[in-house]
């Protein structure tokens, strides 16, 4: 890609509701726009890093047997009265009508979509277990949308449902998504804590919430150094009772507690029958019993983890992304007005990598150009200038770590090497 013709725009006037570094960092390196309180555009920038979280998500639930589909984000009433949630999701369920006067809402969620799906179209037991999975919009009403991406009212979530005969089933479901969450989150080199939590408007009894560490986290954890479980600290306080005040308590766990910030990033539940009960899903299994399936549901915040891993890597120049995150790995900069045409056989060159590569051809000073790259967090650059000229030599000169000078051979090697290091 050529920069001079990338859609990359910058801004050097932060808006004032752009309170923590993620949404100022994705506003000023041109990774997302504003269009309406908690919806946003995605750019160029802002979309590749989303469609790289949105593919090891999706390698990674592939590889424990869940089947990708689409559903649609319009859902009709009449799913939602069956559920019996119609009335109780309240203002966060946006309610729209069509043409003819009958009622629609834009899913929050997909739990009587699927349930239904699955009670018109499975008439065996033999075809559970099933998982089945998505990658979608959703829109949440929010009371107060905030933070850029981390809390949008329109956001990309993964959720992904199973239905199983009989409760063993579902606990080996829950412990294969929590297995790859755990995995799909050391991919993308965030810190993060696996987190016990209260199931909330979605109902059932167990549930697990992953939570990348930050300060500028919404979440306050309780932790103990004698527990690898961290506890919601929602769980844990009475009513208008301040977490601070659970410092220094004994850990249920053991220890004492202490607090730390996080992102819920990720959460998983076992809903047990309440939908299959209240939809009248229900099976005949192998002695002709009539069973109401248990379901696990698991949601990832694709959008929300772009933001996340933001806060989790940046400095004072701008994001540093972990090399495999950037949305442009290699950088080459060329600082000889392209007089010999070099910086475009070396940008060629570096192009049939597996790398994405930009060409910095803009007509700008270098330190400009420097500044833009660090602010993006492209992880190396290469510098095509005086050195090649001089002495046969180019610079490199990554995001993070010592410049150095090498021959133009000695290229693909490092950048090879420099890739395989994390
Ligand atoms: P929160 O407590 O942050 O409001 P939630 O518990 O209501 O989230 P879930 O229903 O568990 O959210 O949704 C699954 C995942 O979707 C969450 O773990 C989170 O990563 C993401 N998510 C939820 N709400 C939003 C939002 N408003 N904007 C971006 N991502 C969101
Ligand atoms: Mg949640």
Redesign the pocket.
């Known amino acids: 890609m050529l920069a001079s013709k990338t859609f990359i725009p910058k801004i050097k006037d932060i808006p004032q509701d752009a309170e923590i570094i993620s949404h100022q960092l994705m506003l000023r390196s041109g990774m997302i726009r504003k269009v309406a309180s908690g919806i946003y555009n995605w750019l160029p920038l802002g979309l590749i890093v989303l469609k790289k979280i949105e593919n090891v998500v999706r390698e990674e639930l592939n590889n424990i047997g869940a089947q990708e589909i689409f559903m649609p984000m319009v859902q009709p009433k009449k799913l939602w009265n069956e559920s019996n949630r119609w009335g109780k999701f309240g203002p966060e369920l946006l309610r729209i009508k069509d043409r003819h006067d009958r009622d629609f809402c834009l899913g929050p969620t997909h739990e009587e979509v699927i349930t239904d799906l699955v009670k018109n179209n499975i008439n065996s037991y033999k075809s559970l277990p099933l998982t089945l999975y998505q990658i979608q919009t959703k829109f949440r009403d929010e009371i107060r949308p905030r933070y850029g991406v981390m809390r949008g009212r329109e956001f990309l979530m993964k959720d992904a449902y199973s239905f199983h005969m009989n409760e063993e089933c579902l606990n080996q479901t829950y412990k294969d998504f929590r297995a790859a969450y755990r995995k799909i989150l050391k991919r993308l080199e965030l810190e993060f804590k696996v987190v016990k ?1 209260d199931s ?1 408007a ?1 109902g059932g009894d167990k ?1 697990e ?1 992953f939570h990348v560490l930050a300060e500028n986290g919404e979440d306050v954890l309780a932790v103990s150094d004698s527990s690898e479980i961290a506890i919601n600290s929602e769980l844990l306080l009475e009513k208008d009772q301040d977490p601070s005040s659970l410092v220094g308590k004994e850990f249920p766990e053991g220890g004492k507690i202490e607090l730390i910030k996080g992102i ?1 990033v990720g ?1 998983i ?1 076992q809903l047990g029958q309440v939908y299959s009960e209240s939809m009248k899903l229900s099976l005949q299994d192998a002695n002709s019993n009539e069973v109401n399936p248990y379901m696990g549901c698991y ?1 990832i915040g694709i959008s929300r983890m772009v933001a996340a891993s933001i806060e989790q890597n940046n400095d004072e120049f701008g994001i540093a992304w972990p090399k495999g995150l950037a949305p442009i790995q290699i950088n080459v900069i060329d600082l000889t007005d392209n007089a010999d045409g070099s910086a475009i056989k070396f940008y060629n060159d570096v192009e049939k990598s597996n790398f994405r590569v930009m060409l910095d051809d803009r007509d700008e000073r270098f330190g400009k150009k420097i500044k833009d790259s660090e602010l993006i967090g492209i992880p190396l650059n290469i510098i095509i200038g005086k050195y090649l000229k001089n002495d046969g030599l180019i610079e490199v000169c990554p995001r993070r770590g010592t410049k150095d000078l090498i021959k133009p051979e000695e290229l693909n090697g490092y950048i090879a090497k420099f890739f395989q290091e994390s």
Do not use: K, R
């Open positions: 939590a909330g979605i549930s919430e819920e959460h539940f949601g």
